[in-house]
Each structure stands twice: as structure tokens, then as C-alpha cells.
């Protein structure tokens, strides 16, 4: 039985900009249930990001609009009382592991007691209590125990990854949200923060929205997949079903871009770069860039279309098939 | 960027075209002084207490009789050169200089000052008179002299006040009370004691005894005629200029101070001064730093070690005392005022410099031109120099009111340099003579007010800059 | 280790400043032939003493002088008179650090002395109270001001400040006691214009102490004015700074409530780079105290150094641009142990 913890639906945000209003997200909807993990997939400026920031509702100050609704296990989280939802959803039911993590710590504050923070804070525990927590926390990312009594800048950058994903589990949340948690580390240190992952969603039954632009990385830990395109969602579905039978050509592509050890082909690389979402082009925002284009694709756009199995794409040529 | 889209960015924003306005203001009135006025002027005008003789001391402005009314009189002087009459007197000649003053009454002028210049004469002594025809229709003599005769040896013509003009301060003079004594006993029958008249010629000139009240005079308000006579040998003899100053209790644009000197010649100068002071040193300043911090950030090693333990020292002397110290021994010379500051001032230049030369040269334009086999010196100053010119450029703007400012406090400390004039040293001038406690205002106002907004002037430059110095600042308008 | 490295190197860098200006001030003095004028008058000073003192016992007034002149010729090698002055430069140094720079010409200390050393210990604890009670203020009320305008960053009172701030840099201390003066003092009658008492001094320890306080009301406020416009803006500016950072938005997202992300996330981070700050700042109050004291007639050191000046008193002038450096180098130090304090990156690390 699927448990649904976050349900999305048709999320809009624009960003205020001095050359015009900036729709970043624009009509996404999604659902995810308990001990599933979605990927977010696409480009810089598809909006992912902005997703996830508008999940925890940290957007900056310069949005001009934010419509659509978001629920986390059936609670309303737009319409809740800014302090409400600090005091009861922040961290405790919805955590998130930010890209960046090596800016992510305060540089004059000991590691632990960071961790600790919001256990005493919102949980109300002890500050011993909190701190041995914390040491469990770290034992769980595998880092040892005395890193606690560290300031940040004694930390190397894969440290601070998983202190960064310790910290966001101090509240044991029901979702944990990914925004490219491991793009600034090398390969070795990325698959082993991966492995790590994949443990946790298993034994904690964690719903995760994973964030990035890698859909190969993807793809190794995610049960469902969007792709996302200059604010839209492309494609969604089933994770084996995307890679194996993409049916939008940005998806596609984006496949065809990864390099791959069985393949003499070399990466092929997507021509054109992302719209100018404040002046989108009229019909499919894919259409400039896109392989297949073809008369329709300039004049109407088209809607999300059922290709399978909970398995949708927005493209036209979605719609031959039965 | 080149200095096209520094000047437009800097005119895109509000307090850049202020400082912009401010700024063409200071170098317009400074040229205009440059033209106008002396090199030599803090000697040979400002400091010269006789270029100043006729002045009223301490007068507000003229304006402020906007408020004071009948309480100031205005300041007034008469000069001729020509004769208003020229009578014959059988061998003689009578020449007259009529001057007509209007008194309303009020307060008595402040001073009153004959002064002639240049008399020639080619055989007897030009004999000189000045008399005073009141409203009430007598007439006062107020001083007569003959002018020195022939010295030995001396052939004709015979020159008189050539370099020091003739000049009798009536209001104060000896001679002058004993003719008004004189006037007053005669025609209106009142005796005067020396005492009663100390200080007080001009009150009795102009108004008339108060009975019972010896000493005090009521004001007769009208038209007075003063008539300077000056009897000649021959038509040939010269008088070249003859001036009388009634003296107000008000004068000029800006007032004067204690010493009756034009406030509003001195704040002009102060002008081009100000400028010199605050660009020369800045402009040095900066090449100094700028260089050595370039210098420090390239060459790294032991040059830049030495180099940062120095400035590290170098910049945390505190300025202020030094300057005292340095200028009262070596002595008051405002170009040793610019040069000592220009030595103090680089420091701060040279730690920001170096490390943003530290942060381009591991950019990979450098090294591309160092792999290219450009020689150390030429990447030194054609890359870096280009990227960070207008940092450059903006730490200098900002650096501008701080001279001015020093130059300003060092003054107001007395250790000004007595032979250019400064606004520091006008204020200082009025603060050690007490105008502060005794409400001259107009003296210790309008030099603060002028030093705070040429320093505003460079301040807002540098806000106005801050978009080219910081260009995410730029993106963001 | 690191921590005591870091310290010691700011306090060597800091003995070098007063190094410097030690040297600064013996070689102007030396090659000026002003240290010379300066050790004749003391020994003329010591002889004209022993003079007096000998006139008693030795009654034949050649014997005299020539007692005097050999204890002047002794007293010469002594202070080394008779070789150059950059032999001499050691001994003068010590001299100068000692304050043994004989007398002052004319000003005299409040009990009648007019040794050097005397004079300037006594207006010490004037000036030392003029600074520290001015800097905590414009220190307390900048953090203060710089907070609650970083929080509204953006509106007309965040834009004013900013030209309030330009303003407050290009209004020199002097001018602005110039015009509270006229206005406080003169038109409104409010405060007193200058000095340390009234005339006459109350009667009475807390009343004579009240007039003291009430007479430091407006140096002191000259002096908050004007640097604290600059300070709240540098205040301002490090907290918007420090707001950007991305461990702020982290701590929003862990649900830590705005009070505490200020104090923890924001003042604690910011912290160094304004003390930092309030260290640059020090010279210009030093500077700034120097004036203000001169136009409030606030008898300190700075005001002594004025009536140096107006007196051409050298030996004054000497021990006073020493001593200010002094001051100004203690104070660094006590703000370099604070910073190191504050920031565990140099505490643990190197200094970027």
C-alpha cells in the first residue's frame, strides 16, 4: 500500500526581476508515498532547485508569486502560519541536505553542536541528550565521533557532505530533500555518500527527493523520475521506465549526453542552451532545441500526455500512440 | 572598463551626479581664483593688516540686515580721483571733493577713515581739508593738514604718499576730537571732556548733545556733505586718488573678522588650496600603494614578506600625532603637510591591492600570458593594472577628503602655514580669537561648512563609484 | 600554539609601530639640532640649581664659576653633548620612553609642577576617560543601530543612513564641538561649553563628581557623533554580509527561530570582521579625542598637546606624540586579543 507523504500539485513560482517577471516553476505536480525516492532531473534554470526551496518555503524575498499547492501528509503547507510551520514542519517532518554543503556550516561554531541545535531547540532535549544524538548521527554517516568537537574549517570537503546529511537527519524527518548533494566531491567520495544513502532510505524508510543534473546518478538510487525543462515538468515516470524508454526527446538526450562504458558512440551534447523564461517561446518550450520538431511543437504547447504505466511526456509526439 | 563607462555608471546614480555637480562646482570657483587672485596672497593681501586698515572689524554679512534692520549700517566708501569743483584762488587753485551721506539715524558708522594717495606738487605744499556740512545746516572741520614740504636737497616735483598713502582714522583720532571739542563748544555751547569722547567722534558727528545726559549724543538723522579741499600751488600739482570710508556694522557677501579682513576673499582662496591638497595627495598616495602592493601580491617571496611586515607596521602609526609632531619640528610648510601625508597615507592601498593581485594572478588570464612568455613586468602592468585600474581609481576618490580633512585639523591645531591661507586656519583663527563664544558665527560657519562639503563632494564620488568598484552591485540596479 | 603564534605576531607588529615612532622621533629631533637645545637646557637647568645651592658654602665668585663650568662640562659628556646626535640616538630613546624630557616652558601640572612626566600623568586619566566612555557608546549604540537597519535593508530610513553616514565622515570632531557649542552652550544654555568644573567647583565629592560628568557631555557626544555614522553603516554592511551566507538560509531551514539565527548565525559570524573594524577606528578617536578635547577645553592630553603647540613647548610636544602612540598601541593589543577571541579560524588556523 503506498503511503503518500508529499503531494505536489500544479506549483507555480515567478521571481521579481527588473526585465520582467521570472516563472521558474510553472504547473508542477508530482506525488511521492513513504520510503520512495524521486529525482529531479534537468539543466541549471529548470527550476529544481526553486522546487525545493519553495518545499521548505526559504524563497528569497524578490518572488512575485507563489500559487499551487503542496501537502506533506495531508497538511496544507502554503496556507500554514509562518511560525507554525517553523515551529512544527521545518527539520522535524521535512529536512533538507543542501547543495553546497561546504558553506553550509556556521565557521565559528563547533560541528556537534550544530547538529545538536535543533534537537534542543525544537525537540527540547537535553544538551547532553542532543549531543550524544549528534554522535550517534555521525556513527550512522560513518564519521567519527570526535569530529563533534570540530569547527568546520578543520573539515575536509566529504566530511562536511556527510555532516551535512547527519544534521539533516537530527529530527528524524519523514522526507528528506536533495539538492545535488554530492556534485562538489570526487567520484570515490560520491559513491560511497550514494551507498550511504541508499542504506538510509531502506532502513529508515525515508521518502527522498533527490535533486540533480546527473540523471545517471539519478537513476542509481530513484524509484520514480521527473525530468524538468524551463519550469515544466518534461517527462515523468517510473525510474527503469525513463531510462529505458524515454519518450521525450529532451530525455533523450539528455541519456544520449552520458558517457557510457558499453557504447562506442561518443557523448553527444544537447545544441542550444535553456530559454529565457521571461520571454519563453510560444508552443513547446523545447522547440528551439529540439530534434524532432515539427509544425505543431511551434504553435500549441502540449499538455503532459500518458505514455504508460504512470508514465507521462509532454510532446506531441505522445499523442500517435494508443 | 575604460573611463567612458566609469564616468556613465557613475552618472547613472544619484549621489554620483551630486558629487559630479559638487565637483565641477569646487574646479570651476578654484580656476576662477587661480585666475583672479595673487600666487602671493596669504602675504601680501590676507596677512598685511594694511589691506584690511578700512574694513569694520568683526562685521556680519551684509545680508544679515535682513533680520537686524535699523540695528546695522551699511558699509560705504567714497573714492575720486577727479575734482567734483576746481576753483581758481588768485595764484592758487581750490579743488573740492564733495561726498554726500545719507544717516538714517541708527547706529553711528563703525569708522571713519580718510585716505589719500600720490600727491605731487611743483612748488607749495598742497594743504588739505576735511569738513562736514550736518542736516542741521553747521559745519564741522574734522581735519586739516599741509602736506610736508620740500626736503633738502629734494628737486621738483615733489612726491608725497607714493607707497603709504595718506590715511587718518577720524573716529579714533587725537586731533579729530579736538576739533569735534571744539565744535561743540562753539556752536552749541556744550564743553566735552576727553573722556566723553573716547571712542565716541562718531556719535558726536552725527547726532547732537542730550541735555542732562553729558556724553551721550542723540542721533541726527539726514544728509551729511563731507568736502575734502585741497588747495594747490599750481594747476600742475597732481592729487591722484582720494577715498573716505564710513564704516558699517555689516560688510560684504560673508563678513569680516577681528582683524577687518574679507572673510569671502579667504574662503575663495581656500578653494583651489583644498583642492591641491586633497588630489595631490591622494593622486601620490595612490601610485605609491598601488605600485607596492602590485609589487608585494606579483613578486611574492621574500619581497613580499618584506614588503607586508612593513606596510603592516607603516599603516598602524597613528597619524594624527605624527603629523603634529613632524610639522611643529621640520616646521609649517604645507608642502611638507601633502609630502608627510602622502608618506602615511599609502598603506591601506597596498594590503587590498596585493591581495587582489594575489586572487587574478592564480586566474588563468595571467597564466596564459605567462605561458605565452610575456615578461613579468609587462603582465604586471598591462593585465593587472587593467582589471583593477578602477578599484584603483575609486580607493582614490576616497581618499581625497581625508587629506583635505587632516590638512583641515592640523590647522585648526595652530599649525597651519601661515603663508597660504586655509579654511582650517580661518577657523582656527576664529576659535583661538574666541569669535566661537563671543556668536561671530559668520566666521567659524561658512570654512566648516566648506571643508564638510568638498570632503561630502569625494564621499559621494565614491558611493557613486562603489557600482564599478563592485560589480554585483552593477547587475542588481 | 597557533593561538599564542598569532598573538605574538600582531604584538610584534604592533612594538614595531611604537618602534618606528620612536625612531621617527629622536632622528627629526636629532637632525634638527632640537635634542641638543633640548639637553642644554636641562643641564642649565641643573646648574642654575647647584648655583644656588653653592652660593651658600663657596663665597668667592670665581671659585664659583669655576665649579659650575666643570660640573657643565662633566653633565655635557654625560648626555654626550660633545659627540654627534646619532651617537647619541640609544640614550634618547630611553629618554623619551622614561618621559624624562625635563621641563615644559610655561604650563604647569594643577599642584605646581612642571615636570614632563608630571604634567602628562595627570591629564592621562582625562583623556583615557574621554575615549573609553565615547568608544563604548558609538561601540553599543552602532551594534545596535547597524542591527535594526541591516533587518530593514532597503527602505528610505536604510538609504538615509547611508548619507548620514557619508556625512558623519566628512564632518571633522572640531567643527561639529564648534557648533554644538554655539547652539548647546550659547543659544540654548543647555550644557556647559567647555572645562572640567564649574566656577566655582561644587562643594562635596558626588556633587563636584556630577559637574564633572555633566561638563564631559558634550566632548563626549561630539565624539560619539561623529564616528558613529561610519560605524553603524560598517556595523550594517558586515551584518547584510553575513546574512547572505549560506549557513544562515540552513539555519532558517532547521527551523531555528529568528532571534536565535541573528545572535548565532549572524552577530557571532559578523563579530570579527567588526572588531576589526572598531580596530581601524581607534586611530581616528585618538585623532578625534586630540581636537575635541582643544575645542571643549577638556584638560587631557589633548589638550595639552594644543597648549604644546600654542607654546612651542618641544619637550611637551615629544612626550605627547609618544604617549598617544602608546595609548594607541595598548588598545590595539587589548582589541587583537578580542578578535583572536571571537574567531576560532585564527584561533585554530591561519589568518586569511
Keep these: 500500500m503506498r503511503q503518500i507523504v508529499l503531494e505536489v500539485r500544479d506549483l507555480r513560482v515567478s521571481y521579481h526581476t527588473p526585465s520582467g517577471d521570472l516563472p521558474a516553476v510553472d504547473g508542477v505536480s508530482f506525488s511521492l508515498a513513504q520510503g520512495e525516492a524521486m529525482g529531479l532531473v534537468g539543466e541549471s534554470g529548470a527550476g529544481k532547485s526553486t522546487m525545493a526551496l519553495a518545499l521548505m518555503r526559504l524563497l528569497p524575498r524578490n518572488v512575485s508569486m507563489l500559487e499551487g499547492g503542496i501537502e506533506l501528509e495531508g497538511r496544507d503547507l502554503l496556507g500554514m502560519d509562518e511560525e507554525a510551520f517553523r515551529h512544527e514542519v521545518r527539520w522535524q517532518k521535512m529536512a533538507m541536505v543542501f547543495q553546497g554543503a561546504q558553506e553550509a556550516f556556521n565557521p565559528v561554531v563547533r560541528v556537534g553542536e550544530q547538529i545538536a541545535e535543533p534537537m534542543v531547540v525544537l525537540g527540547g532535549m537535553t544538551k547532553a541528550a542532543a549531543g550524544a544524538e549528534a554522535l550517534r548521527l555521525l556513527g550512522v554517516v560513518r564519521l567519527p565521533g570526535e569530529i563533534i568537537q570540530r569547527y568546520p574549517h578543520e573539515l575536509s570537503g566529504g566530511m562536511k557532505q556527510r555532516a551535512v546529511i547527519a544534521m539533516a537527519l537530527a529530527m528524524k524527518p519523514r522526507l528528506l530533500l536533495l539538492d545535488e548533494p554530492t556534485s562538489a566531491l570526487d567520484v570515490t567520495v560520491q559513491a560511497q555518500i550514494m551507498d550511504q544513502l541508499k542504506e538510509l532510505k531502506q532502513e529508515l524508510g525515508l521518502a527522498m527527493v533527490f535533486i540533480t543534473h546527473d540523471i545517471a546518478l539519478a537513476s542509481d538510487i530513484c524509484d520514480t523520475i521527473g525530468v524538468m525543462y524551463a519550469g515544466k515538468m518534461a517527462e515523468l515516470g517510473p525510474a527503469e521506465d525513463v531510462l529505458a524508454k524515454p519518450q521525450h526527446p529532451y530525455t533523450r538526450l539528455l541519456l544520449a549526453s552520458l558517457p557510457r562504458l558499453s557504447q562506442d558512440a561518443p557523448p553527444q551534447f544537447i545544441p542550444g542552451s535553456p530559454p529565457d523564461l521571461r520571454m519563453p517561446p510560444r508552443g513547446c518550450r523545447f522547440h528551439p532545441r529540439c530534434p524532432q520538431v515539427f509544425g505543431r511543437c511551434i504553435l500549441e504547447e502540449p499538455p503532459l500526455l500518458g505514455v504508460g504505466e504512470g508514465h507521462e511526456s509532454r510532446c506531441w509526439l505522445a499523442e500517435d500512440r494508443p | 572598463m575604460n573611463p567612458r563607462d566609469v564616468t556613465q555608471v557613475l552618472l547613472s546614480t544619484g549621489s554620483g551626479r551630486v558629487g559630479a555637480v559638487f565637483l565641477t562646482t569646487l574646479v570651476l570657483v578654484s580656476l576662477f581664483v587661480l585666475i583672479r587672485f595673487p600666487l602671493d596672497f596669504g602675504p601680501t593681501r590676507w596677512n598685511n593688516p594694511a589691506s584690511w586698515a578700512d574694513n569694520p572689524k568683526a562685521a556680519a554679512p551684509a545680508w544679515t540686515r535682513l533680520w537686524q534692520g535699523n540695528q546695522a549700517i551699511g558699509h560705504r566708501v567714497y573714492q575720486s580721483q577727479e575734482p567734483s569743483a576746481s576753483t581758481p584762488l588768485a595764484d592758487l587753485e581750490q579743488r573740492t571733493y564733495t561726498f554726500s551721506y545719507d544717516y538714517g539715524g541708527g547706529r553711528a558708522p563703525t569708522l571713519m577713515a580718510l585716505s589719500v594717495v600720490d600727491v605731487r606738487f611743483a612748488s607749495r605744499p598742497t594743504v588739505l581739508t576735511l569738513q562736514v556740512r550736518r542736516p542741521d545746516g553747521r559745519t564741522l572741520t574734522l581735519y586739516q593738514t599741509v602736506v610736508r614740504g620740500p626736503r633738502e636737497g629734494e628737486t621738483p616735483p615733489y612726491l608725497r604718499f607714493q607707497d603709504a598713502p595718506l590715511r587718518v582714522n577720524l573716529s579714533s583720532d587725537g586731533d579729530a576730537a579736538a576739533r569735534v571739542r571744539e565744535f561743540y563748544a562753539q556752536q552749541m555751547g556744550v564743553a566735552l571732556t576727553v573722556e566723553a569722547l573716547q571712542g565716541r567722534i562718531t556719535h558726536a558727528v552725527f547726532g547732537t548733545p542730550i541735555e542732562g545726559a553729558p556724553g551721550q549724543f542723540q542721533p541726527l538723522p539726514g544728509a551729511y556733505q563731507f568736502t575734502l579741499t585741497a588747495v594747490t600751488g599750481a594747476s600742475s600739482d597732481v592729487i591722484g586718488n582720494v577715498k573716505l570710508v564710513m564704516g558699517g556694522s555689516v560688510y560684504g557677501v560673508m563678513g569680516t573678522d577681528t582683524l577687518g579682513r574679507d572673510l569671502a576673499l579667504g574662503l575663495l582662496f581656500g578653494f583651489p588650496v583644498a583642492l591641491t591638497i586633497g588630489i595631490a595627495t591622494s593622486v601620490f598616495a595612490t601610485i605609491i600603494g598601488a605600485s607596492l602592493g602590485m609589487l608585494s601580491g606579483y613578486m611574492a617571496g621574500k619581497t613580499d614578506l618584506v614588503i607586508q611586515r612593513f606596510t603592516d607596521i607603516w599603516s598602524n602609526v597613528p597619524l594624527l600625532p605624527i603629523l603634529i609632531f613632524l610639522i611643529f619640528i621640520l616646521g609649517q610648510k604645507l608642502w611638507l603637510v601633502v609630502v608627510l601625508m602622502i608618506l602615511f597615507g599609502w598603506p591601506g592601498l597596498t594590503i587590498v591591492v596585493r591581495s587582489m593581485v594575489l586572487q587574478l594572478r592564480s586566474g588563468q588570464l595571467v597564466e596564459a600570458t605567462q605561458a605565452l612568455g610575456a615578461s613579468k613586468v609587462r603582465i604586471m602592468f598591462r593585465h593587472l593594472l587593467f582589471q583593477i585600474a578602477p578599484f584603483i581609481f575609486a580607493q582614490m576618490i576616497f581618499f581625497t577628503p581625508g587629506a583635505i580633512l587632516a590638512e583641515a585639523s592640523l590647522s585648526f591645531l595652530g599649525l597651519g602655514d601661515p603663508s597660504i591661507p586655509t579654511w582650517g586656519q580661518i577657523l582656527e583663527n576664529g576659535f583661538r580669537t574666541g569669535a566661537v563664544y563671543v556668536g561671530y558665527w559668520w566666521w567659524v560657519l561658512p570654512p566648516g561648512l566648506l571643508i564638510v562639503v568638498t570632503a561630502m563632494t569625494f564621499v559621494l564620488l565614491t558611493l557613486g563609484l562603489e557600482p564599478v568598484v563592485n560589480p554585483r552591485l552593477r547587475e542588481n540596479r | ?352
Design chain 3, 1 to 352: 600554539m597557533s593561538l599564542i603564534w598569532t598573538l605574538a605576531i600582531r604584538g610584534l607588529t604592533l612594538l614595531g609601530v611604537l618602534f618606528v615612532v620612536l625612531i621617527m622621533l629622536v632622528v627629526a629631533l636629532g637632525a634638527t639640532g632640537f635634542s641638543d637645545r633640548m639637553l642644554r637646557a636641562i643641564i642649565g637647568e641643573e646648574v642654575r640649581g647647584l648655583r644656588t645651592s653653592l652660593a651658600q658654602t663657596i663665597r668667592d665668585p670665581d671659585q664659583l664659576e669655576a665649579t659650575l663650568e666643570a660640573r657643565r662640562r662633566d653633565l655635557e659628556s654625560f648626555y654626550g653633548l660633545e659627540r654627534p646626535w646619532y651617537s647619541r640616538l640609544p640614550s634618547m630613546v630611553l629618554r623619551v620612553v622614561k618621559l624624562d624630557l625635563g621641563s615644559a616652558r610655561t604650563l604647569r601640572s594643577f599642584d605646581g609642577s612642571s615636570r614632563v612626566t608630571d604634567l602628562v600623568l595627570e591629564r592621562l586619566p582625562y583623556t583615557m576617560m574621554l575615549i573609553t566612555t565615547a568608544s563604548v557608546i558609538t561601540a553599543v549604540l552602532g551594534l545596535w543601530a547597524g542591527v535594526k537597519l541591516a533587518t530593514r535593508a532597503g527602505t528610505a530610513l536604510d538609504r538615509l543612513s547611508s548619507y548620514l553616514s557619508a556625512v558623519s565622515y566628512a564632518v571633522p570632531a572640531w567643527w561639529a564641538g564648534i557648533l554644538l557649542i554655539l547652539l548647546l552652550a550659547f543659544r540654548l544654555h543647555l550644557l556647559p561649553a567647555g572645562g572640567l568644573y564649574s566656577t566655582p567647583p561644587p562643594e562635596g565629592g558626588l556633587a563636584r563628581f556630577l559637574d564633572l560628568l555633566w561638563h564631559a557631555v558634550l566632548p563626549i557626544f561630539t565624539l560619539v557623533a561623529v564616528s558613529l555614522g561610519a560605524w553603524v553603516y560598517t556595523v550594517r554592511t558586515m551584518v547584510l554580509n553575513t546574512a547572505q551566507e549560506f549557513f544562515v538560509t540552513v539555519a532558517r531551514a532547521k527551523g531555528l527561530p529568528e532571534g536565535r539565527v541573528m545572535r548565532r548565525y549572524i552577530l557571532r559570524v559578523a563579530s570579527p570582521p567588526i572588531v576589526t573594524n572598531l580596530v581601524l577606528g581607534l586611530a581616528g578617536s585618538l585623532g578625534g579625542a586630540i581636537l575635541t578635547e582643544t575645542v571643549f577645553n577638556w584638560p587631557g592630553m589633548g589638550r595639552l598637546f594644543y597648549e604644546a603647540i600654542i607654546t612651542a613647548d618641544e619637550n611637551l610636544v615629544v612626550a605627547l606624540t609618544f604617549m598617544f602612540t602608546l595609548l594607541y598601541v595598548a588598545a590595539r593589543f587589548v582589541l587583537e586579543v578580542l578578535y583572536v577571541a571571537l574567531d576560532p579560524r585564527i584561533r585554530y588556523g591561519s589568518r586569511t
